[in-house]
């Protein structure tokens, strides 16, 4: 099962705000609004940040929002902050033999 | 408070058996609906899923490493082992438990992680 393809960096400065691409196939990201997004530190555990597509849990920052379109979702973060620095994986369910695909991760570096 | 804490070994030969224990809190698998799950990231690659447990023992395998592992639970000790066989350097790789419920499609608290080295 092929990752999902995400940029392996993007940086920005402080109060900027930043996109990071996750493009899957119509088996997963496109066909599915079951899109998720973690943030994780050096030497932590993934957390969650986005689930199904758009909605943030219960403590994530309204600084953090998703999106889809067809194979693409999206994670957006404005107003970026130092804290944000970190490692962002999305992932998918799909329709083939496993039950999630994950990308390969892009690393946010705040300037 | 959810908690997740893998254990095991640092370092295994090749051609050995991996175990991996998944030690949580704040929750229960005898609860309806409750699963629990390993995901593993290879240095520099991505995360890859490898084996979910569901509360009344339902189990699901990763396709490509379906005959090398297996996943049980043990509820009186809140813990889920995971089972490797036939370890080989490309199994070199950070393991993560966490926990999905089942009307959920993503992984919602996940453990910190235990590093293992295959090598001789």
């Known amino acids: 099962q092929s990752a999902l393809t995400q940029p392996a960096s993007v940086s920005g400065s402080p109060g900027q705000s930043i996109t990071i691409s996750c493009t899957g196939t119509s088996s997963d990201v496109g066909g599915f609004n079951y899109v998720s997004w973690y943030q994780q530190h050096p030497g932590k555990a993934p957390k969650l940040m986005i689930y199904?597509?758009?909605n943030r849990p219960s403590g994530v920052s309204n600084r953090f929002s998703g999106s889809k379109s067809g194979n693409t979702a999206s994670l957006t973060i404005s107003g970026l902050q130092a804290e944000d620095e970190a490692d962002y994986y999305c992932s998918s369910y799909t329709s083939s033999s496993v039950p999630w695909v994950f990308g390969g991760g892009t690393k946010l570096t705040v300037l | 408070q959810i908690t997740l804490k893998e254990s095991g070994p640092t370092l295994v030969k090749p051609t050995q058996t991996l175990t991996l224990t998944c030690t949580f809190s704040?929750?229960?698998?005898?609860?309806?609906?409750?699963?629990v799950g390993w995901v593993r990231q290879p240095p520099g690659k991505a995360l890859e899923w490898l084996a979910l447990?569901?509360?009344?023992?339902?189990?699901r395998y990763s396709p490509s490493l379906k005959s090398r592992v297996t996943i049980t639970k043990d509820t009186s000790k809140n813990q889920v082992v995971l089972t490797m066989t036939d370890m080989d350097p490309v199994d070199t790789a950070t393991y993560y438990c966490?926990?999905?419920?089942?009307?959920?499609?993503?992984?919602?608290?996940w453990g910190n992680g235990t590093t293992v080295t295959v090598s001789s």
């Open positions: 447990i569901y509360w009344d023992d339902d189990k």
């Open positions: 704040g929750f229960s698998l005898r609860t309806n609906g409750v699963g």
């Open positions: 966490a926990r999905r419920l089942v009307l959920n499609y993503y992984m919602d608290v």
């Open positions: 199904d597509v758009s």
